[in-house]
């Protein structure tokens, strides 16, 4: 390894200690801006525009007034449509105080979002000592992770919770602790109560600890280790992971007739919001029409109309949208592989470089329409008709946010890059690995809907590597003007 690349930076050491003033510094600008931002932010915009954020609020006042899982309108009937992670984390937010306000799960949610830089600080001070600051600084200014924690969604939590993850899985492979072991499997499980796209981690994981400790075993990272006790240690956070779930999942299954997480209602709507994606691609218009436009065909002599009006939790409604379910699956692999490769090359674009911009455009209003609108109207087939839907005619103030969102977005992920070539360059495989793996994973479970939302859980990844390649580039230039 090239001494002059990294000669001048400190040695890998774990959870290297933060320089408490530039903490200071970080966390005071934090609070100001979030301060400043839910105070101009008009009350009920959190509502309003936050992703589907009547499924997460309804059941969380459902839990506070009738003490259980059920319909709010209707506490005779159970209400599984949603795990219940962030039911629960809504509820005690709202629980607080004397009366239940949305803007208190705001509150909490830019409590956690501090919380997040704060851990992301310590596994990028650990990757590269110094990074840390830097790494926190970018996540608490992300317009995507800040936008999102001012909207009622699950996003917020579900990236605590995989960071959390994150950072205990980090930690045991220095110390072969099994409390950070079982850290990691608790983390991981309550991501999975919170949003299910998180279940497939759980399998990963004994492996994920081997293999990991296997490449770090002759790096300075993390020490040489036992193997061994790495899959015991996988195998321990995994087991917590699955034995969490297992109470909701029987739960679901008395209505189901089968243990899983999630309802066969929200899992057909998945499976044909991918649909209705492909297929737009293929025969253009926008989203929203071709997704009317399958709603209302008949599929092997069923509507999705015709289950809708199925009583609800009853064994016709629930085997309706099973049947449709597997229909809108094969539908999807039934299309060219040219266009389905076409949908998850754009997909993971967006995935990547999509700026939030819609989420501050709604929460302060600079935009002459809707832009989440503009999306769902163009015509799919061409991305510059797309992009002409999306930016022709909008005001000065609303492109210059577009601008900034878009920017930041593609300007961490050339930083992101760079650090993962950094932490090679310093033989961190194991880091390169972890960063790299994280996103991967959430941009194979995101298939054709790849947006900002979707990317919340991979921003860590990609600011921790950012936090470095900022760190490295600034020894560099004081190094050299020293």
């Not at 930076?9 to 801006?33: G, H, K, Q, W, Y």
């Not at 809504?90 to 704060?118: F, H, R, T």
């Not at 674009?349 to 503009?374: C, E, K, M, P």
Request: include cysteine.
């Amino acid at each position: 390894m090239s001494r002059r690349f990294v000669g001048f930076l400190p040695e890998r050491s774990f959870m290297t200690r933060i320089d408490n003033t530039a903490l200071a510094m970080v966390a005071a600008v934090a609070f100001c801006l979030f301060v400043v931002l839910f105070s101009l932010i008009p009350a009920g915009v959190e509502v309003k525009h936050g992703a589907d954020s009547g499924s997460w609020l309804q059941p969380a006042y459902a839990l506070l007034e009738h003490g259980g899982f059920v319909l709010l309108e209707n506490p005779a009937l159970p209400d599984y449509y949603r795990p219940p992670g962030m039911t629960l984390f809504g509820a005690a937010a709202m629980g607080i105080g004397s009366e239940p306000n949305p803007g208190k799960i705001v509150i909490a949610q830019l409590i956690l979002l501090a919380a997040s830089g704060y851990l992301l600080a310590l596994c990028a001070n650990h990757f590269l000592p110094g990074s840390g600051i830097w790494a926190m600084g970018l996540y608490l200014v992300n317009p995507n992770t800040v936008s999102t924690a001012l909207l009622v969604q699950s996003e917020t939590v579900f990236t605590f919770l995989i960071l959390l993850c994150m950072t205990a899985f980090v930690f045991f492979q220095k110390n072969q602790s099994m409390i950070a072991a079982v850290l990691c499997g608790i983390a991981l499980g309550a991501a999975t109560l919170v949003r299910p796209t998180s279940q497939f981690l759980i399998f990963c994981l004994p492996l994920a600890f081997v293999i990991f400790s296997l490449i770090e075993r002759q790096t300075l990272a993390f020490g040489a280790g036992n193997w061994k006790k790495s899959a015991v240690g996988g195998v321990v956070a995994a087991g917590l992971s699955g034995l969490m779930l297992l109470p909701w999942m029987a739960q679901v299954e008395t209505v189901e007739g089968r243990y899983t997480l999630t309802t066969s209602e929200i899992t057909n709507r998945y499976i044909w919001d991918q649909l209705i994606i492909v297929e737009a691609q293929k025969t253009g218009g926008g989203y929203q029409a071709t997704g009317a436009r399958l709603d209302a065909e008949v599929h092997n002599g069923i509507t999705i109309q015709h289950c809708q009006q199925e009583p609800l939790l009853s064994q016709a409604r629930i085997e309706c949208f099973a049947t449709l379910a597997s229909i809108g699956w094969d539908k999807i692999w039934d299309h060219d592989l040219s266009h389905i490769a076409m949908s998850l090359t754009r997909s993971t674009a967006a995935f990547l470089f999509s700026g939030a911009a819609g989420n501050w455009h709604n929460l302060i209003g600079g935009a002459d329409r809707v832009t989440n609108q503009d999306w769902m109207d163009a015509d799919q087939t061409s991305s510059l008709s797309v992009l002409r839907n999306l930016f022709g005619g909008q005001n000065p103030i609303a492109l210059a946010i577009s601008a900034i969102c878009i920017g930041f977005a593609v300007g961490l992920k050339l930083l992101y890059g760079f650090g993962c070539f950094v932490l090679a360059r310093r033989g961190n495989w194991g880091a390169v690995m972890l960063l790299v793996a994280i996103p991967a994973y959430f941009i194979a479970t995101t298939l054709f809907l790849g947006q900002s939302r979707y990317r919340m859980p991979a921003e860590p990844s990609f600011t921790i590597a950012a936090g470095i390649a900022a760190y490295y580039l600034v020894s560099v230039f004081r190094s050299r003007h020293a």
